[in-house]
């Protein structure tokens, strides 16, 4: 079996605040070792790999990210950097050359809700950033990545409109992760967070009615930004409301795992940022051809705990 993309925590650190994710209120950073991700880009290459997410925590405060991408670009892999679009304002001119694509976290249609979700203060830079990429090479892509909750859910419309007078290509929709083992956190995130984040019965039926005026808005557009069917924000309804509603949801599962691998900033290797099993790298040897990952396929295929629990309600990757 061919892992045709990787995905590179490259540290834990962040310097944005989303009660989302807990990464930021860690500790203890680590970071990948520079030695490991020559490894890993040695045998992912070897083994016929072709695309690298570049993500963390956020992953331009890596003490090598300017040298992890170069090489990444070397190998000739797709490079994709999963960023908040603070720090690569400034580092852009030494990496341009290297990215394929970005994509950046925009959570609100101004600056004010933004900072009420993000904690920090980046909507400027974002915007500038954009106009930076295109200047450059339009033909480089930009993606932004808005996440669905409780504060902005009744402005996704109007998050839409922003993002159609910029000239990112595009924006996709995801949902809050509540589970624990991802995220930099091992428990699941505590009542008072959940209900900052996840919809109300109240907030699922205006979350219904934005999603009908996005794809209303969307087909008057010259150049449409929506990336995703109205079928998959659809199945957003109803992880919502899951949470409300017991076996509401079909049993599922999908083929991520199958054909990626995350690597971990405490060099783990996952066949999913969100299923338990993690192994150990072992240096010098190939990961992406590890008994443990061919053990985890096979046991994903047939144990009913991934399709019944685990991966129940994750539509992360769906679409």
Partial sequence: MTISTCFLILTNRCDSRCRACSYWQQKTKYYLDLSVIEEIYYHFANQGGNTIFLTGGEPTLHPDFIEIARLANEYGFITILCTNGNRINSLFNQVKDYIDSYSISFDGDTARLYKSIRGVDFYPKILRFIDMVKDYDDRIQVWLSCMIQKKNHDRLSKILYKVSTLRA??????????????????????????????????DIFVFKEEIEQMFKLDAQLAIPKLIQSKQLLYDYITYFKSFYEENLLMPRVCGVPYNSVVITEKEFLKPCFYLPPEYKFNPGQNPFNSQNLKEFWNDFSVNPIYKNDLCKRCFQFKG
């Fill in 169 to 202: 290509n595009g924006i996709y929709f995801v949902v809050p992760e509540i589970r624990g083992g991802c995220f930099g956190r091992e428990e699941e995130l505590k009542d008072k967070v959940k209900e900052e984040l996840l919809l109300t019965k109240d």
